[in-house]
């Protein structure tokens, strides 16, 4: 069975691989230059006192090759569930060579485990290689973009790449058992892996960790010139590295808000027409009333900011390749467990 679920995917595989070694030459061929770029640039800024400048010029080299690797690695674990996962049982019900298989010298259950851990570690294996090459090719980017629990980045590097193509592959062979199509079961496949990824990036790995929060209130200011200045503190400053899970407003009740309301269009005086107009220091007790207003009404607001410091970077990696991989296991499981029922 073993050399069998070979023969059947060596074609595949060995597509597969030549486009990785493909990639790992353009690779080996552009990552010198970018170290020797940020020699010449970033680690000498300090000398010519231009750091801001060359770490801007850096982050910006070959932006192209950067955000097509990213992709590259956001994507492949999907294919690999369309043409990999998806066609492994759909296929077998499309032919009808499932009466075939599942009757001769091997059980239904064991056909099954074998494709499976044999075409899933050779996805995750094809992954993991990928994801080794771009980590290696992107890591001068990285120390200068300070970036890597951005979403991102952080699913295009080290070992998360592995859990997606785990968990990609299963999930097709999955729709492939159930849908018995291999288009319709390509289509369920993709969806459910991206809505899977997308769930896992806003709503789960934020909480993998408490996160940590930095707040201030808003104020009003008003300097020598005599021009009002209203100061917000749109970006509050966090760690380097650290990826910004959420910026509220919060009032003094402790509510989330979108519009504070807090900028009246000004002091109105009526004045009756042929009557003296207001004297200078009637017109200043006004000005300095809407003031005062105006900085007890943004006095009861403040922005928070929540978010999940840099150095928890490998600990989310861990998890979130852990419950991929597990996810994966026992979705593998209960395909084994579903063969071996009656499916003709």
């Not at 001068?140 to 980045?153: F, H, K, Q, T, Y």
């Amino acid at each position: 069975m073993i050399w069998l679920t070979w023969r059947q995917f060596r074609t595949q595989a060995a597509i597969a691989f030549g486009a990785l070694m493909v990639v790992a030459v353009v690779l080996l061929l552009t990552g010198p230059h970018i170290v020797h770029f940020y020699d010449t640039t970033v680690a000498t800024c300090q000398v010519k006192n231009d750091c801001s400048t060359a770490r801007s010029t850096f982050v910006r080299y070959d932006l192209l090759v950067q955000n097509g690797l990213n992709a590259l690695l956001i994507f492949v674990p999907a294919l690999i569930g369309m043409f990999w996962g998806a066609p492994l049982v759909a296929r077998e019900f499309e032919t009808g060579t499932f009466r075939l298989a599942w009757t001769e010298g091997v059980t239904r259950r064991w056909w099954m485990a074998t494709k499976l851990l044999g075409v899933g570690l050779a996805s995750m294996a094809l992954a993991g290689l990928l994801s080794f090459m771009v980590t290696w090719w992107a890591s001068p980017i990285d120390r200068v973009n300070l970036n890597r629990l951005s979403p991102g980045v952080f699913a295009s590097r080290d070992i998360v790449p592995v859990g997606y193509a785990a968990l990609a592959f299963v999930l097709g062979v999955a729709a492939g058992l159930f849908v018995r199509r291999t288009v319709p079961a390509i289509a369920v496949a993709l969806v459910s892996f991206f809505a899977t990824r997308l769930g896992m990036t806003y709503l789960v790995r934020p909480h993998f960790a408490a996160p940590l929060s930095v707040s201030r209130n808003y104020w009003t200011s008003r300097p020598k010139s005599g021009h009002i200045v209203f100061s917000y503190p749109m970006n509050l400053p966090t760690p380097p590295g650290a990826w910004e899970v959420s910026n509220k407003t919060i009032n003094s009740a402790g509510q989330v808000v979108s519009n504070i309301g807090c900028v009246p269009n000004g002091v109105t005086i009526h004045v009756p027409k042929g009557a003296t107009p207001p004297s200078p220091a009637v017109l200043q007790a006004a000005n300095q009333a809407y003031l005062k207003a105006l900085h007890v009404c943004l006095a009861s607001f403040r922005q928070v900011v929540t978010y999940q410091p840099a150095s928890r970077y490998w600990p989310f990696q861990w998890y979130e390749t852990a419950i991929f991989v597990g996810a994966a296991l026992l979705l593998g499981g209960f395909c084994v467990w579903r063969v071996s029922r009656r499916l003709a």
